[in-house]
């Protein structure tokens, strides 16, 4: 399950929290008020880019 940043709509505190697709809510620690989940997934940015898988073997011979 990804890692999610929620924040409180009372005291402003935030959290992370590991959660699945449909965990948009959560209670707050520290006042036990609503969480909202921020819409954005902590892991993607380690997921967004394809790898650098190099020159196809044709443009490496051509460049030689």
Request: aromatic share 8%; glycine share 6%.
């Amino acid at each position: 399950m990804p890692a999610y940043r929620y924040q409180c709509v009372h005291c402003q505190a935030q959290e992370i929290r590991i959660g699945g697709l449909d965990d948009h809510l959560a209670i707050c620690i520290a006042c036990g008020h609503l969480m909202l989940r921020l819409d954005l997934d902590l892991f993607a940015p380690y997921f967004a880019t394809e790898p650098d898988l190099g020159e196809p073997a044709d443009e490496k011979a051509q460049n030689s």
